[in-house]
């Protein structure tokens, strides 16, 4: 009901309850207040003139009221008097941010409260509180709280947090935290350490929590257990968690199952699923060979010494035969090991970019008389360039042609008199230019800290003995020879580390053959080598090194003094000249692939660059035909390839 402000009506309204209610003034902030079968309504109209509270009323909120009050009381306590009141006739006050709401008990829980008003809490007033519970089970407390909570109320137990949520009157949830606090007490459980002579403490505590499933089995409540039992595997004891009654339950178990072994070890038969059983099993003796070592002082440590580890290569599987303690420990070493290793993307690009120029110009000039009254023979002889001077004269001597030199041009004339005088002139002049652009670029896939190998080039014949002389008894003459690889060798050992970088430990090298190569005993290779370590991102290309070179040749002949002429010396002289600049440059790439997508992902890479050259061929060729890419599985269909080599195409 809200509360009327009509001067008129406000004052009719008390002139007819006048009868039922009498509110004293007692001295000022005091009231005294009585009423007799007064109507609900307008008791909540008196305490809302002396609270200055707003209410609002549920209409089915009714019925007569009887107060008696002999001491003079607050605005507070009236208010906690009137709380009192509505409890005893079913009804009850919601304060909220700016009114009061008086509803019935049976639907106050379903409303928030806001407290905000009051400067202390009243006693009577319905509230919510949660109350949180250390050491006893909060779900045990339920049933034994639940008959102390008012019919209207509410108790539930949280597990997750053993904790209770409780509404109620503020003066029965301070009774029910009494209660739960006297209930909550710690006292009479203590801890317990019990050191084992024979067994092993972790199969033991699994045999306890099978003797007693009461206290330790899996059906008690993990967040509020009373009794625990735990393994402390490195010093092979027990500790008890619990009551006086439960630790002597539990030591006279332990001491009957605390009895020496009689297989004196256990066998066990691990299977790898990624490390290498040979190695891992070196790694264990070496290990589990210097605790047993450490063990050799005496007493129980002595007994647990005895450790085997055999490697079945075959079933990549190791054999282990230890205490318990010990094939506690090579378990978890195993587990720590036996996992699956990144693998490592190398890319690498050889680049080499030459350049060579050439220029040659040289006169021959020859003279000769046949009759052998003068001198036979005279001219200039340049080998250089061109032809010699050997040529001309023989061209002369038997009226040929010069035959020209290779490339450039040649301009010769000459004649031949009566009397045998004969002369020649050669003139010769040849530029040459040559350029050429390599790219090699090999990539291999391994395993993280695993050494790996492409080699890419021919193998080529080196003679490495021969014997030809039959004086000395031998009657079949024979060369040897040996064969080696030749062309393009990278070798990588990777190495990633925990933040995703990756050490190098690389050997590229780049051989050829060189050219004008007559037989196996005049090879000549050149060869340039880059050993480096480096460390590299992943996926970052960095350039492990070059090599710039620049070779430049003038190769100058002349007749003395007549060469020195100027202009004029041109015809007495030859000149070559030759320019040559080489470019080399390595780069890498390394790309971390730490799962099977990333594997997939890089192969589905390669292949795609494969169709995509197939692709080209064929444009090339002028064939049509189905451009949908097939899937990769289809390289391996027997007698079906999926990319056709060329001659088939073409056919």
Same mark, same amino acid.
């Given at each position: 009901?809200?509360?009327?402000?009509?001067?008129?009506?406000?004052?009719?309204?008390?002139?007819?309850?006048?009868?039922?209610?009498?509110?004293?003034?007692?001295?000022?902030?005091?009231?005294?207040?009585?009423?007799?079968?007064?109507? @609900?309504?307008?008791?909540?109209?008196? =305490?809302?003139?002396?609270?200055?509270?707003?209410?609002?009323?549920?209409? *089915?909120?009714?019925?007569?009221?009887?107060?008696?009050?002999?001491?003079?009381?607050?605005? &507070?306590?009236?208010?906690?008097?009137?709380?009192?009141?509505?409890?005893?006739?079913?009804?009850?006050?919601?304060?909220?941010?700016?009114?009061?709401?008086?509803?019935?008990?049976? &639907?106050?829980?379903?409303?928030?409260?806001?407290?905000?008003?009051? $400067?202390?809490?009243?006693? /009577?007033?319905?509230?919510?509180?949660?109350?949180?519970?250390?050491?006893?089970?909060?779900?045990?407390?339920?049933?034994?709280?639940?008959?102390?909570?008012?019919?209207?109320?509410?108790?539930?137990?949280?597990?997750?947090?053993?904790?209770? @949520?409780?509404?109620?009157?503020?003066?029965? @949830?301070?009774?029910?935290?009494?209660?739960? *606090?006297?209930?909550?007490?710690?006292?009479?459980?203590?801890?317990?350490?019990? %050191?084992?002579?024979?067994?092993? =403490?972790?199969?033991?505590?699994?045999?306890?929590?099978?003797?007693?499933?009461?206290?330790?089995?899996?059906?008690?409540?993990?967040?509020?257990?009373?009794?625990?039992?735990?393994? &402390?595997?490195?010093?092979?004891?027990?500790?008890?968690?619990?009551?006086?009654?439960?630790?002597?339950?539990?030591?006279?178990? @332990?001491?009957?199952?605390?009895?020496?072994?009689?297989?004196?070890?256990?066998?066990? =038969?691990?299977?790898?699923?990624?490390?290498?059983?040979? $190695?891992?099993?070196?790694?264990?003796?070496?290990?589990?060979?210097?605790?047993?070592?450490?063990?050799?002082?005496?007493?129980?440590?002595?007994?647990?010494?005895?450790?085997?580890?055999?490697?079945?290569?075959?079933?990549?599987?190791?054999?282990?035969?230890?205490?318990?303690?010990?094939?506690?420990?090579?378990?978890?070493?195993?587990?720590?090991?036996?996992?699956?290793?990144?693998?490592?993307?190398?890319?690498?690009?050889?680049?080499?970019?030459?350049?060579?120029?050439?220029?040659? !110009?040289?006169?021959?000039?020859?003279?000769?008389?046949?009759?052998?009254?003068?001198?036979?023979?005279?001219?200039?002889?340049?080998?250089?360039?061109?032809?010699?001077?050997?040529?001309?004269?023989?061209?002369?001597?038997?009226?040929?042609?010069?035959?020209?030199?290779?490339?450039?041009?040649?301009?010769?004339?000459?004649?031949?008199?009566? +009397?045998?005088?004969?002369?020649?002139?050669?003139?010769?002049?040849?530029?040459?230019?040559?350029?050429?652009?390599?790219?090699?670029?090999?990539?291999?896939?391994?395993?993280?800290?695993?050494?790996?190998?492409?080699?890419?080039?021919?193998?080529?014949?080196?003679?490495?003995? %021969?014997?030809?002389?039959?004086?000395?008894?031998?009657?079949?003459?024979?060369?040897?020879?040996?064969?080696?690889?030749?062309?393009?060798?990278?070798?990588?050992?990777?190495?990633?580390?925990?933040?995703?970088?990756?050490?190098?430990? =690389?050997?590229?090298?780049?051989?050829?053959?060189?050219?004008?190569?007559?037989?196996?005993?005049?090879?000549? $290779? +050149?060869?340039?080598?880059?050993?480096?370590?480096?460390?590299?991102?992943?996926?970052?290309?960095?350039?492990?090194?070059?090599?710039?070179?620049?070779?430049?040749?003038?190769?100058?002949?002349?007749?003395? !003094?007549?060469?020195?002429?100027?202009?004029?010396?041109? !015809?007495?002289?030859?000149?070559?000249?030759?320019?040559?600049?080489?470019?080399?440059?390595?780069?890498?790439?390394?790309?971390?692939?730490?799962?099977?997508?990333?594997?997939?992902?890089?192969?589905?890479?390669?292949?795609?660059?494969?169709?995509?050259?197939?692709?080209?061929?064929?444009?090339?060729?002028? !064939?049509?035909?189905?451009?949908?890419?097939?899937?990769? /599985? $289809?390289?391996?269909?027997?007698?079906?390839?999926?990319?056709?080599?060329?001659?088939?195409?073409?056919?």
């Amino acid at each position: 009901m809200i509360k009327l402000n009509f001067p008129s009506l406000q004052v009719l309204l008390l002139a007819l309850l006048m009868p039922l209610v009498a509110v004293a003034q007692e001295p000022e902030g005091s009231w005294r207040l009585n009423l007799k079968d007064a109507d @609900i309504r307008a008791f909540v109209t008196q =305490v809302a003139d002396i609270t200055g509270y707003s209410f609002v009323v549920d209409p *089915r909120v009714k019925g007569k009221v009887t107060v008696l009050s002999s001491a003079p009381m607050n605005k &507070d306590e009236i208010y906690d008097l009137f709380l009192a009141v509505l409890q005893v006739h079913g009804f009850t006050a919601i304060p909220g941010e700016e009114v009061i709401k008086i509803v019935q008990q049976v &639907d106050a829980k379903q409303s928030a409260e806001s407290l905000g008003r009051f $400067t202390t809490i009243p006693s /009577e007033q319905l509230i919510t509180r949660v109350i949180q519970v250390d050491n006893a089970n909060a779900l045990e407390l339920v049933p034994i709280l639940r008959p102390l909570v008012a019919k209207y109320g509410h108790l539930a137990g949280v597990a997750a947090a053993n904790a209770l @949520i409780v509404s109620d009157h503020q003066a029965n @949830i301070q009774r029910i935290e009494n209660i739960v *606090r006297e209930l909550d007490s710690p006292s009479k459980y203590e801890v317990e350490v019990i %050191q084992l002579e024979e067994a092993w =403490v972790g199969d033991l505590v699994k045999l306890l929590q099978e003797l007693a499933p009461d206290e330790l089995g899996s059906g008690a409540d993990g967040a509020a257990r009373k009794y625990s039992v735990t393994a &402390d595997e490195r010093s092979n004891r027990l500790i008890l968690r619990g009551d006086e009654v439960f630790r002597e339950k539990m030591r006279g178990l @332990i001491a009957k199952l605390d009895q020496p072994s009689a297989t004196g070890g256990s066998t066990s =038969v691990i299977r790898l699923r990624h490390a290498d059983s040979k $190695t891992l099993a070196e790694i264990l003796k070496g290990v589990m060979g210097e605790i047993s070592q450490q063990g050799e002082g005496g007493g129980n440590a002595q007994r647990q010494t005895a450790f085997s580890v055999f490697a079945d290569e075959g079933l990549n599987a190791l054999v282990v035969r230890a205490e318990p303690s010990m094939m506690q420990e090579v378990e978890s070493i195993i587990s720590q090991l036996d996992v699956r290793r990144a693998q490592v993307l190398i890319e690498a690009a050889i680049v080499e970019i030459s350049d060579e120029l050439g220029e040659d !110009l040289g006169v021959q000039v020859a003279l000769g008389d046949e009759s052998g009254e003068s001198t036979p023979v005279a001219g200039s002889n340049f080998s250089n360039v061109g032809n010699s001077l050997g040529d001309v004269i023989g061209a002369i001597i038997s009226e040929d042609l010069i035959a020209p030199a290779s490339g450039g041009v040649t301009i010769g004339a000459g004649q031949r008199n009566e +009397n045998g005088i004969s002369w020649g002139i050669l003139l010769q002049a040849l530029s040459t230019s040559t350029a050429a652009n390599l790219l090699s670029t090999p990539s291999i896939i391994t395993l993280d800290n695993q050494e790996s190998e492409i080699i890419v080039g021919q193998n080529v014949p080196f003679r490495t003995g %021969q014997t030809t002389n039959t004086s000395a008894g031998l009657q079949n003459p024979f060369t040897t020879i040996e064969r080696r690889d030749i062309g393009l060798t990278l070798k990588v050992t990777p190495s990633i580390s925990a933040d995703g970088l990756v050490r190098l430990v =690389v050997e590229q090298t780049t051989e050829n053959v060189a050219d004008s190569i007559a037989n196996a005993s005049d090879i000549i $290779t +050149n060869k340039r080598e880059i050993k480096t370590t480096v460390l590299a991102d992943d996926g970052e290309t960095i350039v492990l090194g070059g090599l710039i070179t620049e070779d430049y040749r003038i190769n100058r002949s002349q007749v003395p !003094l007549l060469g020195s002429i100027p202009y004029l010396g041109r !015809l007495f002289s030859s000149e070559s000249e030759t320019r040559v600049k080489r470019n080399l440059l390595v780069f890498l790439r390394p790309t971390i692939m730490l799962d099977k997508g990333d594997t997939v992902a890089a192969t589905n890479e390669k292949y795609n660059g494969l169709w995509e050259v197939n692709l080209g061929v064929r444009e090339k060729l002028g !064939l049509t035909g189905d451009r949908n890419q097939p899937p990769i /599985e $289809t390289l391996f269909n027997t007698g079906k390839p999926a990319i056709k080599p060329e001659s088939e195409q073409v056919r």
